[in-house]
């Protein structure tokens, strides 16, 4: 059987990475982002004749809009065997200067994004599956100007926590992933000036920041049939950034 994976935030930088593993996997993938011109150059480098992929524009924070990519993913392939939401934010302020805008935003684009994914991804899972949501090690670690996003993603490691419950079973296993800063175009703001980036680089104890390819691999892994026994689990892929101190 060939599995079909439906990936949310499928053009950003971790997500790309991702979807070019599975693909090379034989994987179907029902793909959906924000952007339709970056969801089409993604596809087209994958398969231009779209044998084994969909895509879909979507915005993630409207629910409706998630139902219906899960709906067009089953439609397609028949059913949903892993999903992966990586819609996100990157918002670093303290807490005093953060307006309601702002926190709304955040738990929006990141807690609401994920809830709405795992709900429909469970409904399209017949036989068990694999869900894997974005955390982030500001969970893990207290780190300045980070309460907003901490606060969304700190949801999204207890909704984990309670779903790998829920769906135990239904063989639906339900895990998230927590990295350190990833060079992505979500982080330019931080990785594209060198004195942030060198003192970003300082903080991992292995020495560097994330890399896509990275946070991907790991994905994939939770993806896998063959970890099936693995659920109920927030992954810190950090450099070491949450529970070692080198120096």
């Keep these: 059987m060939t599995p079909t994976y439906a990936i949310i935030g499928a053009t950003g930088g971790i997500g790309s990475e991702l979807c070019r593993r599975l693909a090379d996997s034989g994987a179907n ?8 011109d970056r969801l089409d150059a993604l596809i087209r480098e994958l398969d231009g004749e779209r044998t084994r992929f969909e895509a879909m524009p979507l915005d993630a924070t409207q629910s409706a809009e998630v139902d219906r990519f899960f709906d067009q993913a089953v439609a397609r392939f028949g059913a949903v065997h892993g999903a992966v939401c990586l819609a996100g934010s990157i918002l670093l302020k303290p807490a005093h200067m953060t307006s309601d805008t702002e926190f709304a935003e955040t738990l929006a684009i990141n807690a609401n994004t994920a809830f709405y994914t795992l709900r429909a991804a469970v409904k399209s899972m017949d036989g068990g599956g694999s869900v894997v949501l974005a955390s982030t090690v500001a969970t893990r670690i207290g780190l300045i100007n980070h309460e907003a996003i901490a606060a969304a993603k700190g949801a999204i490691n207890g909704m984990v926590l309670a779903a790998a419950a829920t769906y ?69 892929i950090d450099g070491g950034l949450s529970s070692v101190r080198a120096r």
């Design 29 to 36: 993938l029902m793909l959906g982002a924000r952007t339709p």
């Design 168 to 236: 135990a079973s239904k063989s639906i296993r339900v895990n998230a992933v927590a990295p350190g800063l990833v060079r992505t175009p979500l982080a330019a703001k931080l990785t594209s000036s060198e004195a942030s980036l060198k003192a970003s680089t300082a903080m991992h104890p292995l020495g560097r920041i994330g890399e896509p390819a990275d946070v991907a691999s790991l994905i994939a892994w939770l993806l896998d049939p063959a970890n099936s026994w693995i659920t109920g689990q927030i992954l810190g």
